[in-house]
């Protein structure tokens, strides 16, 4: 009798659509992936972009955001790879009927793990931005507030209100022998008519050794002289020492520089009344 002929195994159909579901599955992670890091590399060209539409000088700088985004990208590329490679692998397995091998988790482990790294290194970078971003925002708005120097205004920030800063510089004034000439409470004056303001008041200030020189040199100076600073209260309760930068002034007036001095004594002043 003829020995039996060899009949060959093959894989159940079952087999062979699990193993494309899977490969299926595999890509569409790939390119969940590098859509994802599309996403975080625009990110920083995003704000790049946009700070750079504000005009903004600062020295922030957003190139983690790429190469977050190439990570992710890369990894993306050599998943989808892989896992045609390992598709492959598995077809010419099944066709060889051998449908009972084990097969490792180590590969969705291993992506479950980086993108948990990934995830938590974004959280802190973002974490680290936003921070940055607001101390950036802060600055910018402070020194917007603090020197306006076409205008010839300079802002000095005081930590005291507007009474208490005024009283400040009275006191200082008085103690230096410098005479103030008037106190204008612009605030009390607008609520007298029925209007609210925030805490606003103007002194008026000077010594006549000091500022007659400047107007005999340059007699429109008398237009800015005496000196002058305004403690004010902005819309967010902060309070401001604003005075004209003496630099301003003498090109303003055309006044001598060997007189300068006799003006710059205000920026001490402001300086100290906020302290």
Do not use: C
Not at 10 to 28: G, M, V
Not at 86 to 91: F, I
Request: aromatic fraction near 8%.
């Amino acid at each position: 009798m003829d020995a039996p002929a060899k009949i060959e195994r093959r894989a159940d159909l079952r087999d062979y659509l699990a193993a494309e579901r899977t490969l299926l599955a595999w890509i569409r992670t790939g390119l969940a992936l590098m859509g994802f890091g599309f996403v975080v590399a625009r990110f920083g060209l995003f704000l790049q972009e946009l700070q750079a539409a504000q005009h903004a000088l600062s020295g922030q700088s957003y190139g983690l955001s790429l190469w977050f985004g190439t990570a992710l990208i890369s990894v993306g590329v050599i998943l989808n790879v892989f896992a045609g490679w390992h598709h492959t692998r598995l077809v010419r397995e099944l066709d060889r009927g051998e449908t009972a091998h084990f097969r490792s988790a180590t590969q969705a482990v291993a992506v479950a793990f980086f993108l948990a790294v990934v995830g938590l290194a974004m959280v802190i970078y973002l974490v680290s931005l936003r921070s940055s971003a607001r101390s950036q925002l802060f600055d910018s708005k402070e020194r917007s507030m603090t020197s306006n120097q076409g205008a010839g205004i300079v802002n000095v920030p005081s930590n005291h209100s507007v009474d208490e800063t005024v009283e400040k510089l009275r006191g200082i004034l008085q103690s230096k022998g410098v005479i103030l000439f008037a106190l204008v409470d612009h605030s009390g004056e607008a609520e007298k008519i029925g209007m609210k303001m925030r805490p606003t008041k103007l002194l008026i200030f000077g010594s006549p050794k000091a500022g007659t020189p400047l107007m005999l040199a340059a007699p429109s100076s008398a237009l800015d002289l005496p000196l002058k600073i305004l403690i004010w209260e902005d819309s967010e309760r902060k309070v401001w020492a604003t005075y004209n930068s003496p630099a301003y002034l003498q090109e303003r007036h055309g006044l001598p520089s060997e007189l300068l001095q006799n003006i710059a004594v205000v920026e001490t002043l402001a300086g100290k009344a906020g302290e």
